[in-house]
């Protein structure tokens, strides 16, 4: 796999064909994979919507991303709306920066600001001014520019305009071409954002050659290198995440480090001083690691993702496999299972009963399930932005799934609107962006992703489930909103099958 010589990324339903449209059970999702209906000559591939009410867009989605790296400034080039999502991500950057190091710096970003003039005329030199401005203006290290769909339609040569523009600035200029209309499969954008990252800034560092040469026993440092671990948090890992998984590696005897998001452009070059790569899920991180073994023969793993006992006992054990630390690894698990299942006991009566409704990205959901049985509920539906591959051995955590209704959808919260008046779950589990229309059920809310909480590790079960009590026990305010507001779907909507749109 060797993309780097191209100008932009494949779409991930070319590269993985990853499918976005499915409607059915946990056990027909299973049975397609094993029987490689998504893959290139699959059924799947090509299943699509006859009616699409909203879709993701891999541009915004590359943002979040984009806007966590430190010493940059962001160029959006496109209309001003296009650059808008960033407001959403000031919150979540400045928290993880912050928890990260206090005297971090914001996020500072700039739109070209596209109007109809420029989509006859060209937006190239609005590109132009954009760029020597903010090198003049903030002198950083880096200057991102992210690519939208309008200059992408009117044929702007953005390319040729940036490297042109390298001479004359002392900032790294790296594009990123992330059009939205490119790929129906928004995870697509972390692919487009590692692609501009191997191209400009992983290399081998020179200058640790020389401090090497003058400060370190070169033993000593092979040494530690043979006990460095990268672990990927592409931004739906928070701080407490981060702590709690060096603390379970280091437990182990290991050291860690955290790239891309929050980190510096000289971070990537010392990131090739490492034994093992670590993708805390497929979706994020394959078409980095596969390029990092390609080319500095750099092993990885892409497994499961930390969330839930099973999960995290099997992360930790794949991981420990590459250094020889089984034994350490089993006797580290053992204990933390002790201890977590004291802790957790006294909550159990609380969800007992409970039935449980998940949406979000397919493998952070299937995970998170793992809790739920755990804890004595029931799940009953899944609505997962997209499937491929890395879905697999997620599900093998699971019991008694197969009749799981699973809805297989980028945002299309109609869909998910008609699931939940059917299976009547107690409690829903979705990312804070869908909440505002899942709110409207008077159901009891719980996020499965937020920048300030612990999520991961041993814990992370913890954390989700003194979190999850109380939200079950507190839900006046989602009861008082069914009460007094209507989702906007009709009655004979709820009266269609939730998946009538959907073609095979």
């Known amino acids: 796999m060797n993309y780097l010589d191209a100008i932009s990324v494949p779409g991930r339903e070319d590269r993985h064909k990853t499918n976005t449209a499915f409607g059915g059970t946990s056990g027909k999702m299973k049975s397609c994979l094993k029987n490689g209906c998504f893959g290139k000559d699959g059924c799947l591939n090509l299943s699509s919507r006859s009616f699409s009410q909203t879709h993701g867009c891999q541009f915004n989605l590359s943002l979040g991303m984009l806007n966590s790296i430190r010493k940059a400034v962001i160029i959006k080039h496109g209309p001003v709306g296009c650059g808008i999502s960033s407001m959403g991500n000031i919150g979540v950057n400045k928290t993880l920066k912050q928890l990260r190091d206090p005297l971090a710096e914001g996020s500072i970003w700039i739109s070209t600001n596209l109007d109809e003039a420029d989509v006859i005329g060209g937006g190239e030199k609005k590109l132009r ?10 002198r950083p290290e880096t200057i991102i520019v992210t690519n939208g769909c309008v200059p992408a339609l009117i044929g702007d040569d953005v390319d040729n305009i940036l490297n042109d523009l390298q001479e004359q600035v002392a900032a790294v200029i790296v594009p990123i071409h992330c059009e939205g209309f490119k790929t129906k499969v928004m995870a697509t954008a972390y692919d487009a954002v590692y692609h501009g990252i191997l191209k400009k800034f992983v290399r081998l560092p020179e200058r640790e050659e020389f401090i090497v040469e003058r400060d370190l026993d070169e033993m000593e440092r092979q040494y530690r290198i043979s006990r460095n671990v990268n672990i990927f948090n592409v931004g739906s890992m928070s701080r407490p995440d981060e702590l709690e998984l060096q603390r379970i590696l280091t437990g182990i005897g290991l050291n860690v480090r955290f790239i891309p998001c929050y980190a510096e452009p000289d971070d990537f070059q010392y990131a090739l001083e490492t034994s093992l790569n670590v993708s805390i899920c497929g979706t994020h991180d394959d078409y980095f690691v596969e390029h990092l073994k390609t080319k500095y023969d750099i092993p990885f793993v892409i497994d499961t993702i930390p969330i839930g006992r099973k999960n995290t006992d099997r992360w930790v054990l794949k991981i420990a496999e590459n250094f020889g630390l089984e034994k350490e690894a089993q ?13 957790i006991d006294k909550y159990r009566n609380v969800f007992k009963g409970k039935k449980v409704f998940l949406a979000g990205g397919e493998v952070r959901i299937i995970a998170t399930a793992e809790i739920i049985q755990d804890l004595g509920m029931e799940v009953v539906g899944f609505k997962a932005h997209h499937f491929d591959q890395f879905i697999e051995p997620i599900f093998e955590a699971l019991e008694n799934i197969d009749d799981v209704v699973i809805d297989v959808a980028t945002n299309q919260p109609f869909e998910q609107a008609n699931l939940v008046k059917r299976l009547k779950p107690d409690i829903l589990i979705t990312h804070v962006g869908g909440n505002n229309i899942a709110a409207k059920h008077g159901l009891p809310i719980f996020p499965l992703f937020g920048p300030a909480y612990n999520y991961m590790g041993y814990s992370g079960v913890f954390e989700i489930v003194r979190r999850l009590a109380r939200v079950i026990r507190n839900n006046q305010f ?6 007094n507001t209507e989702l906007p779907y009709k009655k004979e909507w709820y009266d269609k099958d939730p998946f009538t749109y959907i073609k095979e």
């Open 478 to 483: 989602n009861k008082n909103l069914a009460e």
């Open 129 to 138: 001014e954009a760029v020597l401005f903010a090198d003049k203006e903030f």
């Open 331 to 343: 006797r580290f698990i053992a204990e933390e299972n002790r201890i977590l299942e004291a802790s």
